[in-house]
Protein backbone atom coordinates (compact mmCIF):
# COMPACT_ATOMS: atom_id res chain seq x y z
CA UNK A 1 0.00 0.00 0.00
CA UNK A 2 1.13 3.64 -0.82
CA UNK A 3 0.59 6.54 1.33
CA UNK A 4 1.22 9.87 1.07
CA UNK A 5 1.46 11.29 4.53
CA UNK A 6 0.91 15.04 6.11
CA UNK A 7 3.80 16.40 7.31
CA UNK A 8 4.77 19.72 9.18
CA UNK A 9 7.98 21.19 7.42
CA UNK A 10 10.15 22.38 10.20
CA UNK A 11 13.38 23.44 8.48
CA UNK A 12 14.24 24.04 5.12
CA UNK A 13 18.51 23.88 3.52
CA UNK A 14 18.35 24.22 -0.25
CA UNK A 15 15.53 21.67 -1.56
CA UNK A 16 15.07 19.20 1.24
CA UNK A 17 12.78 19.67 4.33
CA UNK A 18 13.09 18.34 7.70
CA UNK A 19 9.52 17.69 8.20
CA UNK A 20 7.47 15.78 11.30
CA UNK A 21 4.45 14.80 12.37
CA UNK A 22 3.85 12.82 15.62
CA UNK A 23 7.49 13.30 16.98
CA UNK A 24 8.71 11.44 13.85
CA UNK A 25 10.97 13.66 11.78
CA UNK A 26 11.78 12.29 7.71
CA UNK A 27 13.81 14.59 5.03
CA UNK A 28 11.81 15.14 2.30
CA UNK A 29 12.93 16.54 -1.32
CA UNK A 30 11.44 19.75 -2.00
CA UNK A 31 12.45 18.84 -6.14
CA UNK A 32 8.98 18.96 -6.90
CA UNK A 33 7.18 21.69 -5.34
CA UNK A 34 7.96 25.29 -5.29
CA UNK A 35 7.07 27.86 -2.89
CA UNK A 36 7.08 25.76 0.05
CA UNK A 37 7.87 27.39 3.22
CA UNK A 38 8.56 26.15 6.89
CA UNK A 39 4.99 25.75 8.40
CA UNK A 40 3.29 24.64 5.30
CA UNK A 41 2.04 20.84 5.36
CA UNK A 42 3.21 18.90 2.53
CA UNK A 43 2.43 15.03 1.58
CA UNK A 44 5.31 12.99 1.61
CA UNK A 45 5.41 9.96 -0.55
CA UNK A 46 8.42 8.11 -1.40
CA UNK A 47 10.54 10.63 0.35
CA UNK A 48 9.47 13.36 -1.67
CA UNK A 49 6.60 16.45 -1.08
CA UNK A 50 3.96 15.90 -3.44
CA UNK A 51 1.65 18.03 -2.45
CA UNK A 52 1.11 21.71 -0.52
CA UNK A 53 -1.79 20.92 1.41
CA UNK A 54 -3.50 23.53 3.41
CA UNK A 55 -3.80 22.74 7.92
CA UNK A 56 -7.72 22.13 7.62
CA UNK A 57 -6.94 19.26 4.87
CA UNK A 58 -3.86 17.76 6.96
CA UNK A 59 -5.88 17.41 9.86
CA UNK A 60 -8.81 15.60 8.43
CA UNK A 61 -5.98 12.98 6.48
CA UNK A 62 -3.95 12.51 10.06
CA UNK A 63 -7.10 11.90 11.78
CA UNK A 64 -8.24 9.79 9.38
CA UNK A 65 -4.67 8.12 9.33
CA UNK A 66 -4.59 7.59 12.95
CA UNK A 67 -8.29 6.06 13.24
CA UNK A 68 -7.31 3.59 10.13
CA UNK A 69 -4.00 2.56 12.06
CA UNK A 70 -6.29 2.05 15.50
CA UNK A 71 -8.59 -0.18 13.74
CA UNK A 72 -5.58 -2.34 12.33
CA UNK A 73 -6.33 -1.40 8.73
CA UNK A 74 -2.88 0.34 8.46
CA UNK A 75 -0.02 -2.37 9.11
CA UNK A 76 2.73 -0.76 11.61
Known amino acids: MCLGVPMLVKSIDNDVALCEIDGVQRE ?14 VLIHAGFAIEKIDDAEAQLTLQALREALDQGLIPE
Open 28 to 41: ASLMMLDHVQVGDY
